[in-house]
């Protein structure tokens, strides 16, 4: 059996990875990789100076196939665009691993469709940060190290404290309630936000959950001037990808994109759950109870594949009252359906920790009252 070498932490793998990428492969003799020589140590890929830059190398190649869900990338939209950015940006497709940092980097920015300089100030941070994550699943799995060596404990220990927040209340295991605005959640992996059915989010300066998440990840210049309207932007690749744009999805279809300048408050995902039909002019919209449902039970199951398959160690979700803002719904039916779906989830999995909020103390209230009822 395989002695278990210890693991290097997620941020020292972060850091390396960032002066590697600016100076590629052929340089790693020149970069600091403390880090990544530990991780391919405990992974059994080198043992000595001598295989150490062979041994980081196929470690890098097995972390970007694991943000492929463990297939071989290809430079087109059969294989996830994470994975296909991490092996542009750093020189591992064939034939690349001599291109020159500023080449390496613009063709990552073509797999999302953005410039290289919105690739530099938005996705190259999550490419960086989800491929150390990578390395470090697969230094643990061939090493035989339990799970929890890369992961945050689960359960409700996952559910921090929010600043300047009403004391949480408890309705279940695993469910933790707050009254709070959800841009102002910290330290949970994913965010669910509402959207309509043409998953087009609304505007910055609305009141809505949607707005407030589009506001809160955009990332912004020194004056303040939205330069990457990241939630916004990522919805539309993915309309685009799947050949919806200008089109209505099915109710309780769930997308996810990054998490734009909310990475920096610990969120790793947005969740975006369409449940509201436009009606009349469109400035109305109708839900129906049942797709609070399908949606909770779509976002629980598009987080369990991108925990496994992205390698994102993810372990807590947090939503809010879905439907009752211009959805219409009432509270009541809201904080009913949402808690039953989400009880009916963790019984499934009871390793995920789960977030409830809503700005209003008479709403989590509502809450708290429905975890009792029949």
């Known amino acids: 059996m395989r002695s278990m070498h210890p693991l290097p932490s997620h941020e020292s793998l972060v850091a390396e990875l960032r002066e590697l990428r600016r100076r590629g492969l052929p340089g790693l003799r020149h970069c600091t990789r403390d880090a990544l020589r530990q991780a391919a140590v405990a992974a059994g890929l080198c043992a000595g100076p001598e295989d150490e830059q062979t041994g980081i190398e196929e470690l890098l190649g097995a972390a970007v196939r694991r943000l492929a869900g463990g297939r071989p990338v290809r430079d087109d939209d059969s294989s996830d665009p994470l994975a296909r950015a991490a092996a542009h940006s750093f020189g591992i497709f064939p034939a690349r691993r001599g291109v020159p940092g500023t080449d390496r980097r613009k063709a990552a920015a073509a797999v999302y469709g953005v410039t290289t300089e919105r690739f530099r100030k938005s996705q190259e941070h999550d490419v960086v940060a989800e491929l150390a994550a990578a390395v470090l699943t697969v230094a643990r799995q061939a090493s035989g190290q339990p799970s929890d060596a890369v992961r945050e404990p689960a359960g409700d220990s996952v559910v921090r404290a929010v600043p300047a927040v009403a004391r949480p209340a408890r309705p279940g295991a695993g469910i933790t309630v707050r009254v709070c605005p959800i841009e102002d959640v910290r330290d949970v992996d994913i965010l669910v936000s509402s959207e309509n059915t043409y998953l087009e989010m609304s505007k910055t300066f609305r009141p809505t959950v949607s707005g407030a998440l589009r506001r809160a990840a955009a990332l912004r210049d020194a004056q303040g001037e939205i330069v990457d309207d990241v939630l916004s932007r990522e919805l539309g690749v993915w309309l685009r990808t799947h050949g919806r744009t200008g089109m209505p999805v099915r109710p309780g279809t769930v997308v996810a994109t990054s998490s ?20 009349g002019d469109g400035d109305r919209y109708h839900v129906s109870p049942a797709v609070l449902g399908e949606a909770v039970r779509r976002s629980f199951e598009l987080a369990r594949h991108e925990s496994e398959f992205l390698s994102l160690p993810m372990s807590s979700i947090c939503f809010p009252l879905l439907g009752s803002g211009r959805g219409g719904l009432p509270v009541e039916t809201v904080a009913r359906r949402l808690l039953d779906a989400v009880r009916e989830e963790l019984r499934r999995d009871p390793s995920w920790s789960v977030l409830l909020v809503t700005p209003e103390e008479s709403h989590a209230r509502l809450l708290t009252a429905a975890s009792s009822g029949p």
């Open 260 to 279: 734009g300048a909310l990475a920096a408050q610990g969120v790793r995902r947005i969740h975006h759950a369409a449940i509201a039909t436009p009606v």
